[in-house]
Nanobody, 115 residues
Framework: QVQLAESGGGLVQAGGSLRLSCAASGRLFSIQSMAWYRQAPGKQRDLVARISSDGSTDYPDSVKGRFVVSRDNAKNTVHLEMNSLKPEDTALYFC?????????WGQGTQVTVSS
């Protein structure tokens, strides 16, 4: 079993920055992919950033150039640096990791951006 623990959410003004972190624990053999998703009230859960085991990254256009994902393999941790935040970035942010082809999710951390 794998557990994910997110931290770093909060309230920030538009234009500000936040850094999210997610640490994995448990039976970790090989983390294939680490990612962040977000879900606003009444909307579907969408990918925000993904980083693969080879370090390649993937971002949707909505956050490209503003968000940066990174991973620390030694600590089984993934970070999300969010800059130039906008009110539309307000959502519950979820950490996701694929371990031995199984998806694991954190409980989510709230990010609120005020205008």
């Amino acid at each position: 079993q794998v557990q994910l623990a997110e931290s770093g959410g909060g309230l920030v003004q538009a234009g500000g920055s936040l850094r999210l972190s997610c640490a994995a624990s448990g039976r970790l053999f090989s983390i294939q992919s680490m990612a962040w998703y977000r879900q606003a009230p009444g909307k579907q859960r969408d990918l925000v950033a993904r980083i693969s085991s080879d370090g390649s990254t993937d971002y949707p256009d909505s956050v490209k150039g503003r968000f940066v994902v990174s991973r620390d393999n030694a600590k089984n941790t993934v970070h999300l640096e969010m800059n130039s935040l906008k009110p539309e970035d307000t959502a519950l942010y979820f950490c996701n990791m694929i371990v031995r082809y199984i998806n694991y999710w954190g409980q989510g951390t709230q990010v609120t951006v005020s205008s």
